[in-house]
């Protein structure tokens, strides 16, 4: 059964660093595209980054240039590499993932900025 399971949240200072994990399981993670949504309080939830099976990187507006997506296809994981965060970043986020047609969720993981 695919499953995905975050990792790394929690709370952080603004101007912060955080690094957000997902495991995969049982999938082949070599053709999946993985990705990380965000469910900001007052808002819909909104893409974060992306990274397709051949490393094209996507990102969100918000943060493209303070947040990095990368993979690791031996362990099977995505990362989210957080810096530079703010209040605004406060949020639960979810690692989302494409594979063989259909889109699978995590459970999501709180990440909290605040001083």
């Known amino acids: 059964q695919v499953q995905l399971v975050e990792s790394g949240g929690g709370l952080v200072q603004p101007g912060g660093s955080l690094r957000l994990s997902c495991q995969a399981f049982e999938m082949i993670w070599s053709i999946a595209e993985p990705g990380w949504h965000r469910q900001v309080p007052g808002k819909e939830r909104e893409l974060v980054a992306r990274?397709?099976?051949?490393?094209?990187?996507d990102y969100g507006e918000d943060v493209k240039d303070r947040f990095r997506i990368y993979r690791d296809d031996v362990q099977k994981m995505v990362h989210l590499q957080m810096t530079d965060l703010r209040p605004d970043d406060t949020g639960i986020y979810y690692c989302?993932?494409?594979?063989?047609?259909?889109?699978?969720w995590g459970q999501g993981i709180q990440v909290t900025v605040s001083s």
């Open positions: 990274i397709t099976n051949l490393g094209r990187e």
């Open positions: 989302r993932v494409w594979y063989q047609g259909s889109v699978h």
